[in-house]
């Protein structure tokens, strides 16, 4: 990172190499910074926003204010190594944007005029995770936008971030954490992957928005089809929730009918039909639904128990000709993971098919995450290893990894059914961002990249990461079972789950929730962050090399500890 903002420093500056540039004589601020208390490493930091301040009212001298901007940088890495990463950190960030004085959004300059215009004009005072999350409670509900991220199952306040890059992210406080959230699943290769950065700000540069088709949404279709054959055409949206949402009001329209079966646990964003015993947030926090869900909407929703083929024979004895789709996660990561039972996806298929409802594979987290096709290609190739037919659902939709890290999410199907939505069909459905071209570029490049090698590396990270953790556990006798679901797992604690094994909701909050907290924080304190509840799968990216899982695994024994000494 160091390299990359000393890349566009004076030649002369360069030369200095990282030690002091003792032809400098007149600005060495940073000769204090040696041995600074923490006060001194703020105010340190100060005087860089304010280098960068001048630079952004253009009362810059290059020779003088760059080389002091360094001169700064230098210094620090000797007074704390952790200082210095927040302040590349802002220089990063500021370096992703260009200016319209200097265009070359690579130039220290563009970097710092655009670090100002990034922080409103306002100097940026090095800031604690408390101090952000204080500030954030009074401007933005909880501090956070989007339920989970306020650490409220797990206490404690939430890591407000600066950085991310490969298996790491870094918080405000200038500390890194190897990272098992993977930006709850996107991450697939790994955070800023170079060549998904590149793609971006290429794409960013020849325009942020269009209100128009492009080529690339054309390719990134074309790309999904490739690997999930059965997806004829693909409408884009922005978000797993508005995939799910299309796919359900596809689904009533062509059908006719209004019922929607979901499954306990199973979470497919916060769409007020969706919502009811979902997983994911509201499983967190132990909610049965959400307000402001009218009456008549839950009415249209079925809930029935996860992994069970009775429940969902019953349901359609009943009201089959009533039903417009059951949607389903068909690996469920939401209240923790909690893989299909073998066939159960397939008796979904034979009972929907039946009764002429639509099966809704909602693979917004599995989708080009667990493999090359998802959940559904890893059910194919059984179905063919086994000699047996090959089948699929109807509609599938897909998010995170198809986005790689930006807003792109996706409904897809046969023609015949995608059709049926407008411009063509009656089923209508719009969006302003609906294809954006930056993010596109991100989600396109991601899947090009996204080979088999890739799907290999991060099932053999998953698989070492989740024996250890099991591992761990079992040396200081936490009951305790690890679940699989391809590429993602997640640990359940208790007896029953221990002996059982988790296979739908009610098993899920029956654990010892208790146990997590404690085993959270301590794998934080070691610098690994973990997603902050119990009911959400961990991810593992490529980029997660020997030394971020060494790192990892080293963590877990005295994480393994603190669940053994949690108490209700
Ligand atoms: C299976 C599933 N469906 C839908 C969604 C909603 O996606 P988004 O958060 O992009 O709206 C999620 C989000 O975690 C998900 O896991």
Known sequence: MRDHIRAGADSEQLQGGLGVDTRLGTHKPGNVARGMDDAGLRQLSIDVDVELKSVARGQYDSSRHWRALFDHLDNAISARRQTIKRIEGQLMVAGGHGHQRHNDPNSNVARGVCHITRMG?????????????????????????????AYGSVGGDPRFMT???????????????????????????????????????????????????????????????????????????????????????????????????????????????????????????????????????????????????DAVEAVFAEKGAQIAAVITEPAAANMGVVPPKPGFNKALRRITAEHGALLIFDEVLTGFRVGPAGWWGLERDASVAAGEAVWTPDLFTFGKVVGGGMPVAAVGGPRALMEQLAPLGPVYQAGTLSGNPVAVAAGLTTMQLADAAVYAKVDAVAAQLSAAVDAALDEVGVPHKVQRAGSLFSVFFGEAAARDGVRNYADAQAQDVYRYAPFFHAMLDAGVSLPPSVFEAWFCSTAHDETAVAKIIAAFPAAAKAAASATR
């Open 163 to 309: 950085a991310a890059h490969g298996a790491y992210v870094t918080d405000v406080e200038g500390r890194d954490y190897v990272d098992l959230i993977c930006t709850w699943g996107p991450g697939l290769l790994g955070h800023a992957h170079p060549q998904v950065v590149e793609a971006v700000q290429a794409a960013a540069a020849r325009g942020l928005s269009f209100g128009a088709p492009t080529q690339g949404e054309t390719e990134l279709a074309e790309a999904i089809h490739a690997r999930v054959p059965a997806v004829e055409q693909v409408r884009l949206v922005s978000t797993g929730t508005e995939a799910t949402m299309t796919a359900i009001r596809l689904a009533r329209g062509v059908t006719g009918r209004d019922l929607i079966v979901k499954f306990a646990g199973c979470y497919h964003g916060h769409v007020d039909a969706l919502l009811a015993q979902a997983g994911s947030g509201v499983a967190t926090f132990a909610l049965p639904g959400s307000a402001g869900v009218t009456a008549a909407t839950a009415a249209e929703t079925i809930v029935v128990p996860y992994n069970d083929v």
């Open 121 to 149: 004009g306002e100097v940026n005072e090095m800031t604690t995770n408390h101090e952000a999350f204080l500030r954030a409670k009074s401007v933005i509900p909880g501090g956070v936008n989007s339920p989970v991220r």
